[in-house]
């Protein structure tokens, strides 16, 4: 079994809908994060969160919000998709060592299209 | 603010050739880079990683990265590219006061001809 688990792994939703996203984790980290991806532009920070009770807003959280309801578990929603929110989604998880020199464990990506 | 560039958005081998793929970074404090690769419909794999020490890291699959400081860069080689080899890759940065929160280059595609 992965141990980053998105669902769902594709999707595709009409314009104005509300949308999440889930992932969880097997590994025992305290951090995870949301990036999606476009063509030319890699990954982008949507939002992260470093334990339970923390969130914060990443580099493009506008029309993004997320739920930690646990250490292995983080949602993403979309209040009411638009179709510049198509892309690939990807969750990660990270071990909290006071640094950042640890590395990123990534699920397999929720691809979703908003029509 | 920290950025990232790869600077070859595409790039075509011969399989059996050797590679280099380019990574530049600028970053504030000291650099942690990486280099993951996404083969086609499958997430983030990590192939290497620099944190300190030996500026030469060695990755899976035969991948090799040598960190520069001078010229800020994080080129990633493989001395033979196998078809397998054909992918999405990506160079990424973080540092010790940005968490674990990585910046990622644009990416590159690699083709591998037969």
């Known amino acids: 079994d992965a141990d980053v688990t998105q669902t769902p792994r594709n999707r595709i939703t009409k314009t104005g809908k509300r949308i999440m996203l889930e992932c969880s984790q097997t590994k025992g980290h305290d951090r995870m994060y949301w990036y999606r991806q476009d063509p030319g532009l890699g990954l982008r920070l949507i939002y992260y969160?470093?334990?339970?009770?923390?969130?914060n807003k990443g580099e493009i959280s506008d029309g993004y919000s997320v739920s930690r309801q646990a250490q292995a578990k983080f949602s993403l929603s979309l209040e009411s998709a638009i179709p510049n929110q198509t892309a690939l989604y990807f969750c990660?998880?990270?071990?909290?060592?006071?640094?950042?020199?640890?590395?990123?464990?990534f699920g397999q990506g929720t691809r979703l299209t908003v029509v | 603010a920290q950025s990232v560039t790869q600077p070859d958005i595409h790039i075509t081998v011969s399989e059996g050739a050797s590679l280099e793929l380019r990574c530049n970074y600028s970053?504030?404090?000291?650099?942690?880079l990486f280099w993951y690769v996404q083969s086609p419909g499958q997430g983030l794999q990590l192939l290497l990683k620099y944190f300190s020490g030996d500026t030469l890291v060695q990755g899976i699959k035969g991948f090799e990265a040598e960190f520069k400081r001078s010229q800020s860069s994080f080129n990633l080689r493989k001395p033979s590219v196998h078809w397998s080899d054909a992918a999405e890759y990506f160079c990424a940065v973080t540092s010790n006061n940005a968490g674990n929160m990585l910046t990622f280059g644009g990416g590159t595609r690699l083709m591998v001809k037969p």
């Open positions: 969160s470093f334990d339970v009770k923390d969130i």
């Open positions: 990660a998880t990270s071990a909290d060592r006071g640094s950042g020199n640890t590395e990123a464990f």
């Open positions: 970053y504030g404090a000291t650099p942690y």
